[in-house]
């Protein structure tokens, strides 16, 4: 299986696109990381996408509906990276990356902050957390955020720094943010997997040079400690976890040696999934299917069209098959109000596309609704 024609398809999934929203004509790149589908306390979904100028967004107008509003525009200027995160209180945090020009001087990078509190209401002002390096050149080099909100309410902000570890900033009691910390590492390909545990542990993943790297929590919101490395090598960008058991991470990412998807719980064995993805992390949900506790796995393979695939919980080796969906673009899963599963797919032609779990049973998907 090859990964240099996945490159290719990523590059066309993140082509500009037009948009209708904020009273104009946006263009709209579907590059961002993390849950950009998420479900509202108020039973509504909300999709999101980065553009050039800000933040995209679209939102379900009733819950388990049919009708969106959107796009909406929220501009944040020179935003190169976004990440949204969604905690347990369903606040959608969102980290970016931001260049903004200085003179005929380099692009100051740092990182920015907003808050959604609740479905369809406004973003927060963007925070920046600005950046630890104080050379202007190796501050230019600083990585791509990633994120995680602990089940007490506090974001964790992860990100690669200039000399290929890794950065941690989060939000205190009271909310007052910690100092930039280095939780060191070598060699770290960005951005980091990180999932915040049910218990209030939060977990980091970063694939490196042949190896992986783990920093775990003894306790909720406690220090970091890196856990022993792992000679296993993982695609950059594509790495994704998963609480599938308590305080139990499995990871996903695309093997560079086969170009397929894999299945990992540090300590067990790597369980091939097959699969030819592009680009990206591959999107896993955790949901009942007929009864059973199932993993729901989404992604674009190399030739750009969306396959999925379910596998009960924890048990990958029982195997996976890939069915095409028949749509072309970046998936997204998450759950309705009524407990369903969700697919969503931003299209190369920049449209947002999302088909639902049919009522009898199964994975499988009625018909997708343009957006």
């Known amino acids: 299986m090859r990964t240099r024609s996945g490159r290719a398809a990523a590059q066309g999934a993140a082509a500009d696109i037009s948009a209708n929203g904020g009273g104009g004509r946006h263009r709209a790149e579907a590059t961002l990381t993390g849950s950009w589908l998420v479900l509202g306390k108020d ?3 909300t999709a999101y996408a980065r553009a050039r100028t800000g933040l995209l967004r679209w939102t379900q107008t009733r819950p388990g509906g049919t009708e969106w509003t959107g796009p909406e525009l929220f501009p944040v200027a020179g935003l190169t990276d976004l990440h949204v995160v969604q905690g347990a209180d369903t606040y959608v945090h969102f980290l970016g990356r931001r260049e903004t020009a200085k003179g005929d001087g380099p692009a100051t990078v740092d990182i920015v902050h907003a808050i959604q ?3 369809g209401r406004p973003v927060t002002e963007w925070r920046s ?12 080099r600083f990585g791509i955020p990633a994120g995680a909100v602990s089940a007490g309410g506090n974001v964790h902000v992860l990100v690669r720094n200039a000399g290929g570890g890794v950065m941690l900033r989060r939000e205190l009691a009271g909310g007052k943010w910690s100092p930039w910390t280095d939780l060191k590492g070598s060699g770290v390909q960005d951005p980091v997997a990180v999932v915040a545990h049910a218990s209030g542990r939060v977990e980091v993943m970063a694939g490196g040079q ?5 920093w775990t929590q003894e306790k909720p919101d406690g220090a970091f400690e890196q856990a022993p490395t792992i000679p296993l090598s993982v695609l ?11 305080d139990r991470v499995t ?13 990992h719980r540090p300590g067990g064995w790597v369980v091939p999934l097959g699969g030819a993805p592009a680009e990206g992390p591959v999107a896993v949900l955790r949901a009942p299917l007929d009864g059973y506790d199932c993993v729901v796995l989404a992604h674009r393979d190399v030739e750009g069209q969306v396959v999925l695939a379910a596998c009960g919980t924890e048990n990958e080796q029982a195997g996976v098959w890939w069915a095409p ?7 997204a899963l998450a759950r309705d109000a009524y407990g369903r599963v969700v697919l969503g797919v931003l299209g190369v032609d920049g449209a947002l596309r999302v088909a639902v779990q049919r009522d009898e049973g199964g994975l499988g998907l009625a018909p997708s609704v343009l957006v």
């Not at 957390?129 to 230019?140: F, I, Q, S, V, W």
């Not at 950059?236 to 308590?246: N, Q």
């Open 43 to 45: 039973g509504r979904l």
């Open 117 to 119: 509190y609740q479905t």
């Open 129 to 140: 957390l600005g950046n630890p390096h104080k050379d202007a050149a190796k501050a230019a």
């Open 210 to 214: 042949g190896l992986i790297m783990r």
């Open 236 to 246: 950059r960008g594509s790495a994704v976890g998963l609480e599938t058991g308590p």
């Open 251 to 263: 990871y996903y990412w695309t093997d560079p040696a086969t170009g397929g998807v894999v299945a």
């Open 325 to 331: 969906t028949g749509e072309r673009g970046v998936p």
